[in-house]
């Protein structure tokens, strides 16, 4: 029954009529379409419900839907030379302090991206090291200062100038000694404006600081040639090199430019049949080491003793005077026949800051008449120019408190120095304390005013590293933040009103005016000049300086215990990059650990004290620190890396590892790495997480790195490689040869060139946007580098011998990890690579357990926008070095070396729009174009005349467990020592 | 009645039709018993926690497993091939012993395929769970898609795994459930509760036990039971391919589909057995799952260890005669001797040797050391799988690569959780479901057998 509603007695009769009589029902809905509810205004029970059901649904959806904003602003006045997508390439100079390199910068709307290396550059000739390759996110470090600081507190540069300007005047009355203490500086019109400012200011000194000096070579030099210089080193030219702790190869003076011209004399391909010998001497297993053909472990004390008896054995053939010594602890009658028979074409070098030492091997090099050859003294290298007798002397006028002021700029006494408490006493009696640090280092942190300077990449300069050799630093960015470059500092408490640029410029035009360097307007040459990035000019000179002999004596006093060797880790170097997370990430080359410095200790330390890896020692009760066991230490050596306990780095850096510095021998007051007499300790019990990338060291006897020697390769130039003649006959397979129409990418790697240094790896980091995923990562095995250097021992524990293997995606024509991904996310392309479709992998991995060379990486989180992982991907600064033309991977998806598909593409597609064939060389993968030894060449296999086929040809090419039949499009070429047979 | 010497008789206790409807139904109208909840109330924190160990590593990622470059399968796939062994039995049960006309697998059939289904579902959620991108999962089905040509990758022996689990589960599911109609039918007459009454009845479909309905009845089951009859084979046969097409040492083997077929159903067994033990125990079922059922499969499991024994060491061999130095490396200095020592070593000691002591009958008639044995053979054959997927990727091809694996405590509370769904399953079917197939018990009721195990008995 239906209810009737009422509002009247009357209405309510009618209704009731209009039910009862004419029984037409009262509408449930009305003409409108209304609801009844809705008419009365009130809603039903199942209204309530409708509106909760679609209020709730749409707020989810609108909320759960929206995108983050992000703000794009077009330009209002596009620049000429910049078009999106379309990278600028801008020619520079990387120069820390330490380590020259001459750079091109590789710019995406605007932001430096990537640094590669310059090919126009006659030292480098294009190659680079990791930590030029990692200098770019430096860049981008959240450590960086935004703003110049005075008393610790933001300020602006107005204030900072004028409050600076008073204060100098101030000093200037007082009578007081104004100390400017700065890095080596190559830069001639850094040196002129330096110079300027020291007439302006009579009571100003200048002096120069090197952490790891190089002062040694230069009195010896001095003494010998009566020329305080460190002259050029040509290795290519070299037959016989003999290194005693000089790392050349990774970091001693030029690591560069010296691997460029030791590659050079390596390489066998082409018919080629002589190569360099390397000897080296030395008290810890380095890069240069682990390449040398013979290498001998000794202690730093028995250096001298080496290089004398050394010295004794050549100077007996050639008639010169010879001094008592006692015998030598190795046999040294090899390596000097072999330096006798190479008279001119050898090289011996020492990386030991001590005088007498160098003394001795200037008259090696005298004797074997080098000079002239491989050495030259016209033309110095400007490196290390650091004095540490006058920052010693700096340190106690400080303390004395005859210093007034005190610029510091490029160095970080307060860290690296070895007597830095004493530093750091001295600059509390010093009133003006300026620092020109970009970041609040430790140093910069005790200085009144941080005048916060660029970023190399946001600045200009200039750089003769070799005299006749410039180059040129040119911003590639607007600077990011309020900051100024040094030189403009000075420029302005000079009162000068131009900025560096010009002061650069017209110091170049004076300079180039003055010596012909141009024919021309100047404006023409400074364009071209900077274009390039490098101007050479010529040395006239071609005399040698007379040698003027000088007796050889040690003073070295004989080691008793166990002697502490400090070295430069090829990433970190002296501490200067310390905070780049890529570089603390970068397995060290030789120990494969990241992460962290640790005591390396020979196998028979380690079995004496009952010492394995991770077991926790303290070192003369400084510090407490992880030991791991290097195979080639020397006995009664241990081994500590520079670099590491920054206090003040920024959040990577910061606490990694324990500070070596203060650890340095002293001998007749030069500061050595080595040779410090240390006690050390176990502490038991303790122990402390190595990130190691490789835990096993052998080969186990399989044909991965094969090699041969000189001798044998001669007679058979398959030596070593004949598991390939054997693979090649057995090889047999049902399927016909995958066949390509025109392209065929493939890549070969020279093992016999390939020294191990790492370059690559960081190239491959910074250009395909690999994560940094951090010490508990690593440790876990999870490193997600596209690009691994697998190194191995063999021989003895004593003194093994090395091999490094780049390993990367091989590119298999036959891939294993292609047919077994369920969803066709890893495929082969028509121009055989092996690529990867991101948003296709859902991750189930097998691709990774079937990839025999181990190159696939899962990504096992979310490495970007996640604070567990607060490296460079969490930063909104970090994340501008990102390229843009590779995909960030997601969590959860496999990633893999992609041969740099990007590159292939970007220069098929300028080929294309040119409609011409793409030319031979023009495409550059990330880890070839900077490669300091042109180990690894990439190109179209088809083509028969490209380099890379070039490579296959070769008899000593084979491919990495090619007995699978992956069919890689990678090859190797076997390693090829220098050895008697 | 049959008591003679010769013949044994499969149900004891001499029985009437309506005995056997009783004491099968007697748990399903009792109260729930204490231990009943006390268990499911376990099974159910089991599942809790695992239920976390499945939201941390969905949420944070498959990093949360202590999984590396080298080493990319681990506890998981582990257990996933565990699972899917043990979910072998009950079709195993059914099938094979249908097609070898033992008819004393009527007392156990309807159990064992239980526990098939809570296996398979057990182990269908580690491939889910273990793939880096789940929400992305449907990706691995063959559909019509926006994405151009896009298709699934046929080669690829996870696409083969999708296929032959689903199909088997759903076989498996659909012969159980089959089965069961009958007895359904059964519970809807016999029941007091009202609810039950038209729970059951909808189960059943209406079974009204009319010849009609039987003659149907036998043609699907026959018809089930045939489909799924090469399912037992291919399931395995294709997990095992997931290894065996690889190319790592260790994996890459022809062996493996018959090996893993067999172990499977030799792990199946040692489930049903240390299940019907219990079973047994707790309704007193002795009379229905005898000690000669007991015997019986013992004797079965007696031969499959010796088929495992000879399965390892014809992998040992063939990894001797292959000349290749991976496999040899792998086999043995990485497993039988080496840093794998223990895994390897357990597995051959609990699935080659242990059941061998079941030849003696002193041991195969004392119910706690079958029991014992059976949670051996389970153990052993974990351990086997974790031989399997370990040792070959944490050793391959380059020693620079080499890395160890250990699992996290996500995995392994994955794994607890995965254990305690499956006891929540079973604890479930021992309350709801009647859990000996009435009808097939009746229809071997006066069956007398030949059979060692239950003339013995005698």
Known sequence: ?981 | MYNTRVRGILIKGDKSYSDVSRDVLRPLDAKTPIWWWVTAGLAIIAMAWGSWGFYNTISTGIGTWGLNNNVAWGWAIINFVWWIGIGHAGTAFSIFLLILRQKWRTSINRAAEAMTIFAVMAAGLFPLLHMGRIWDGFFIFPYWNTRGPLWDNFNSPLFWDVVAISTYFMASALFWYVGMIPDFATIREKTASKIKRKIYGAMSFGWVGNAKSWLRFETAALLLGGMAAPLVVSVHSIVSMDFSVSVVPGWHTTIFPPYFVIGAIFSGFGMVLTLMIVLRKIYSFKDYVTDGHLDAITRILTFISLIMGTAYLTELFTAWYSGSEYELFTFLKNRVTGEYTFAYWTMIICNGMIPQLFWFKKIRKNITIVFIISIFINIGMWFERYVIVVTSLSKDFLPATWATYEPTITEVAAFVGTIGLFILGVLAFFRWIPTIAISEVKSVLKETTTLKSFTDEN
């Open chain 1, 1 to 981: 029954m239906e209810k009737i509603y009422w509002q009247s007695l009357e209405n309510y009769k009618e209704n009731q009529a209009s039910v009862l009589e004419k029984r037409e029902p009262v509408p449930e809905f009305s003409i409108e379409g209304l609801d009844e509810s809705e008419v009365k205004g009130k809603s039903s029970r199942r209204d309530f419900l409708k509106m909760l059901g679609f209020s709730v649904s749409a707020v989810a959806l609108v909320s759960s839907c929206q995108m983050p904003v992000r703000k794009a602003i077009p330009l209002l006045n596009q620049p000429e030379e910049l078009i999106p997508g379309i990278p600028n390439y801008f020619a520079s100079s990387f120069f820390d302090g330490d380590d020259y390199c001459s750079i091109l910068v590789k710019t995406r709307e605007n932001r430096p991206i990537k640094i590669e290396g310059n090919d126009l550059s006659p030292l480098t000739k294009g190659g680079t090291n990791a930590k030029v390759q990692a200098s770019v996110l430096n860049l981008y470090d959240d450590a960086r200062l935004k703003n110049p600081y005075l008393n610790g507190n933001e300020t602006t540069w107005q204030e900072l100038d004028e409050e600076i300007s008073a204060q100098l005047s101030q000093i200037k009355a007082s009578g007081k000694k104004i100390v400017l203490l700065t890095s080596t500086i190559i830069s001639p019109s850094t040196v002129a404006l330096i110079n300027e400012f020291l007439a302006n200011n009579p009571h100003a000194q200048w002096v120069q600081f090197d952490p790891v000096s190089m002062a040694a070579m230069r009195k010896a030099n001095d003494l010998n040639f009566g020329q305080p210089v460190i002259p050029n080193y040509n290795f290519a030219k070299a037959n016989i090199i003999v290194g005693f702790n000089a790392d050349y190869l990774g970091t001693w003076l030029m690591p560069t430019a010296f691997t460029k011209q030791y590659a050079a004399n390596r390489k066998l391909n082409g018919g080629k049949r002589n190569m360099s010998r390397s000897y080296q001497f030395e008290s810890t297993l380095s890069l240069t080491g682990s390449n040398a053909d013979y290498r001998y472990g000794i202690k730093p004390s028995d250096e001298g003793v080496v290089l004398l008896n050394l010295y004794n054995l050549i100077a007996k053939s050639t008639g010169a005077e010879t001094y008592p010594t006692e015998a030598s602890p190795i046999d040294l009658n090899q390596v000097a026949s072999d330096l006798l028979k190479n008279k001119g074409q050898s090289l011996v070098v020492s990386g030991t800051n001590d005088t007498g030492i160098q003394l001795i091997v200037n008259a090696i090099n005298h004797q074997l008449t080098n000079y002239g050859k491989t050495i030259d003294l016209n033309t110095p290298i400007n490196l290390k120019q650091g004095d540490h007798e006058a920052v010693e002397a700096l340190v106690k006028e400080m303390n004395s408190g005859t210093v007034g002021g005190l610029l510091v700029y490029n160095v970080n006494p307060a860290y690296d120095y070895y007597q830095a408490e004493a530093f750091k006493s001295g600059m509390e009696k010093v009133g003006l304390k300026i620092s020109f640090s970009d970041t609040m280092n430790e140093t910069a942190k005790l200085c009144t005013a941080v005048c916060t300077n660029h970023n190399y990449l946001e600045s200009w300069g200039d750089a003769e590293p070799i005299k006749g050799h410039r180059s040129i630093i040119q911003p590639a960015i607007r600077p990011i933040f309020n900051t100024r470059q040094f030189e403009d500092s000075l420029l302005a408490w000079m009162g000068s009103n131009i900025d560096f640029s010009s002061y650069m410029e017209k110091n170049w035009e004076t300079e180039a005016t003055d010596l012909g360097w141009f024919s021309g307007a100047f404006t023409q040459f400074w364009n071209q000049t900077k274009h390039d990035g490098v101007f050479s000019y010529p040395i006239n000179t071609t005399e040698q300086p007379a040698f003027a002999a000088q007796p050889l004596k040690l003073t070295k006093p004989a080691g008793n215990g166990i002697e502490l060797v400090l070295y430069e880790k090829i990433a970190i170097g002296t501490g200067k990059h310390t905070n780049n997370p890529w570089l603390l990430e970068m397995p060290d080359p030789i120990t494969k650990a990241t992460w962290d410095n640790y005591l390396c200790i020979s196998s028979k330390y380690a079995t004496e004290h009952g010492l394995a890896l991770e077991d926790v020692v303290s070192v003369n009760g400084l510090f407490e620190i992880p030991v791991l066991i290097q195979p080639g230490q020397p006995d009664g050596t241990v081994a500590l890396a520079l670099g590491f306990g920054r206090t003040d780095a920024g959040k990577a850096g910061n606490n990694v590892g324990q500070n070596g510095f203060p650890l340095m021998n002293t001998v007749q007051g030069a500061p050595q790495l080595a040779g410090k007499v240390v006690t050390i300790e176990k502490v038991n019990g303790k122990t402390y997480p190595l990130a190691l990338t490789q835990m096993h060291h052998d080969m186990e006897g399989r044909p991965i790195v094969r090699e041969t020697t000189l001798p044998e390769y001669l007679q058979d130039p398959y030596s070593g490689n004949e598991q390939h003649l054997f693979d090649e006959k057995h090889n047999v397979t049902l399927y016909s040869k995958v066949q390509y129409d025109g392209l065929h990418w493939g890549m070969s790697i020279d093992l016999n060139s390939c020294t191990g240094c790492s370059n690559c790896v960081i190239a491959c980091q910074a250009e395909n946007n690999v994560a940094v995923i951090g010490k508990e990562q690593v440790r876990n095995r999870r490193i997600m580098h596209w690009m691994r250097i697998d190194r191995y021992y063999s021989r003895t524990e004593d003194n093994p011998e090395v091999y490094h293997m780049p390993v990367m995606c091989q590119h298999c024509d036959n891939a294993p990890c292609e047919n077994v991904c369920p969803v066709a996310a890893t495929n082969h392309s028509t121009e055989g690579l092996n690529q990867m479709a991101y948003n296709r992998c859902i991750g189930t991995r097998y691709c990774i357990n079937n990839c025999p060379y181990k190159v696939r990486r899962f990504n096992w989180f979310e490495f970007t926008n996640n604070n567990k992982f607060d490296f460079n991907m969490n930063s909104e600064l970090g994340k501008m070095v990102l390229n843009p033309d590779v995909t960030v991977r997601q969590r959860g998806v496999v990633e893999k070396c992609s041969l740099c598909v990007q590159r292939i593409q970007e220069k098929k597609l300028v080929a294309k729009m040119e409609n011409r064939e793409l030319r031979e060389g023009e495409i550059k993968v990330a880890c070839q174009q900077s490669c300091p030894a042109d180990a690894i060449q990439f190109g179209n296999l088809l083509k028969k005349d490209s380099a890379v086929s070039l490579m296959v040809k070769e008899e000593r090419m084979y491919h990495l467990l090619e007995h699978l039949h992956t069919l890689p499009s990678t090859s190797y070429l076997t390693k090829v020592r220098n050895t008697e047979a």
